[in-house]
């Protein structure tokens, strides 16, 4: 599995934006960029994947670089419910295919 | 949205016994599920590939004869954490795809404690 590179810990203010980073520099060509986060005592949650172009949803926006080595998670207006760890993951959309957690971001978010 | 129910949320038992943890696709049928285990302040790591009707695929490192992996039906896979011992306490988690919608979905976690 293609590894990917995230920063242990961030912090962020209330309803600021957050920008969170992820480097996969041996990405493959079918590999899709997948974004869960995990509250304290849960099981993950689905943020936002994406392969080559930008992405926007509800929750987040996916901006990838052009190369696709490296792509950046952003949250628009962080909450204090957003304070999450958060994870970038590389996988393929195939059925089957299965998601290997790497270290993650704590996002902590300040009132 | 897909939904993954996990039971029990938590155990705890006495070294030595056995303890099955399940999990149910509630709204979609999934012909593989994955289970996780977690421990404090460690990322999740892939234990097995659970597949409907066949045996599950275990990754390197995992017993196994000491975490049995069932998945009889399309909506159900349970996990038996066998002969448990204090090492085993951890969070475990399972997972499935409903691949009408986008993600993965993980149930809430099930938290064992061996005493």
């Known amino acids: 599995d293609a590894k990917t590179t995230q920063p242990n810990s961030m912090e962020s203010n209330e309803e600021e934006p957050v920008h969170l980073p992820c480097n996969h520099s041996?990405?493959?060509?079918?590999?899709?960029i997948h974004w869960y986060r995990q509250l304290p005592s849960q099981g993950p949650e689905y943020v936002i994947h994406g392969l080559t172009s930008n992405v926007n949803n509800r929750m987040a926006s996916l901006a990838i670089a052009e190369d696709r080595k490296s792509s950046t998670l952003i949250l628009h207006r962080a909450t204090l419910r957003d304070a999450a760890v958060y994870y970038c993951?590389?996988?393929?959309?195939?059925?089957?295919?299965?998601?290997?957690f790497g270290e993650g971001t704590q996002l902590t978010v300040n009132p | 949205g897909a939904v993954v129910s996990q039971h029990p949320s938590w155990v705890i038992c006495k070294s030595g016994t056995s303890v099955k943890i399940e999990c149910r696709s509630l709204?979609?049928?999934?012909?593989?599920m994955f289970w996780y285990r977690q421990f404090p302040k460690q990322s999740l790591m892939l234990m097995a590939t659970?597949?409907?009707?066949?045996?599950?695929?275990?990754e390197q490192g995992v017993e196994k004869d000491k975490f049995l992996i069932n998945h009889a039906s399309l909506t159900l896979s349970t996990l038996t954490v066998t002969s448990a011992h204090p090492e085993d306490s951890s969070f475990y988690i399972c997972?499935?795809?409903?691949?009408?919608?986008?993600?993965?979905?993980f149930g809430s976690g099930t938290r064992l404690t061996v005493v």
């Open positions: 041996t990405i493959s060509g079918t590999d899709y």
């Open positions: 997972s499935a795809r409903d691949w009408d919608r986008v993600g993965y979905t």
């Open positions: 993951i590389l996988g393929e959309e195939t059925s089957g295919s299965r998601l290997t």
């Open positions: 709204d979609f049928q999934a012909t593989t």
């Open positions: 659970s597949n409907e009707g066949s045996k599950a695929t275990y």
